[in-house]
């Protein structure tokens, strides 16, 4: 069964530190693995985007890594801020679909306090 | 920011009544889908269309009907809102690529 597991469930830090949400798949074709970032009450909006031959992809404070062996990936965010307050969103696509067939994991929900 | 818009934003409204919830996106995507998140759970998937006049169900069992009559509008509606209906409904709309692009959500509350 394909499935996407996100760890932890949710997360409290200190404006200013770092911290790393983990993403693991079973997914199977691969095609390619997003993350999302949905602010309360908004949509989803891409972060980064990594295919099976990308080990890392960075987007200003975000990085992301992508173990296609072990179906795993990582989202760090450096010198957190208030405005990252927000859920984070691991999501997979298979490569046998024409629709972009996409499995959401049910994201990490992260609180920066000042 | 995606150019894609979910009307109402937030709808609290009785049992039994209908409602139609409205989404639309001038990017000119073929793709477009609908899906029903509750807080803390992951995107379930409830309908999706490849075009005009196509509509497909996902994978979560919904009670509600879409329509695809222009490319830019797919529009969502429930014939009789019952209370477990409430949840927030994200609309979404992709080109060739995977990419979805999603609206700002309505979130129901059915009393």
């Known amino acids: 069964k394909n499935q996407v597991e996100q760890s932890p469930q949710s997360l409290i830090i200190l404006e200013g530190k770092n911290c790393t949400l983990q993403c693991n798949y079973t997914v199977s074709p691969f095609s390619n693995l997003r993350w999302y970032k949905q602010d309360t009450g908004r949509g989803p909006v891409s972060l980064t985007i990594m295919t099976f031959s990308e080990n890392t992809k960075s987007n200003g404070r975000y990085t992301a890594t992508l173990d296609a062996d072990t179906k795993q990936s990582s989202l760090h965010i450096t010198a957190s801020q208030l405005s990252d307050s927000a859920s984070y969103i691991c999501v997979v696509s298979d490569r046998g679909s024409t629709l972009g067939r996409l499995y959401f994991g049910r994201g990490t929900q992260l609180t920066v306090w000042p | 920011e995606a150019d894609i818009y979910q009307t109402p934003r937030y709808l609290v409204i009785g049992t039994g009544k209908k409602i139609t919830l409205e989404c639309s996106q001038t990017?000119?995507?073929?793709?477009m889908y609908w899906y029903q998140q509750d807080p803390g759970m992951e995107l379930h998937l409830i309908h999706y269309s490849y075009g005009v006049n196509s509509t497909e169900k996902g994978d979560l069992s919904s009670e509600s009907t879409v329509s695809r009559i222009r490319t830019e509008h797919f529009p969502l509606t429930l014939e009789s809102a019952r209370p477990s209906h409430t949840s927030q409904y994200l609309c979404?709309?992709?080109?060739?690529?995977?990419?979805?692009?999603f609206g700002p959500g309505t979130r129901l509350t059915v009393t």
């Open positions: 979404a709309s992709s080109d060739r690529g995977d990419e979805q692009y």
């Open positions: 990017m000119g995507h073929d793709k």
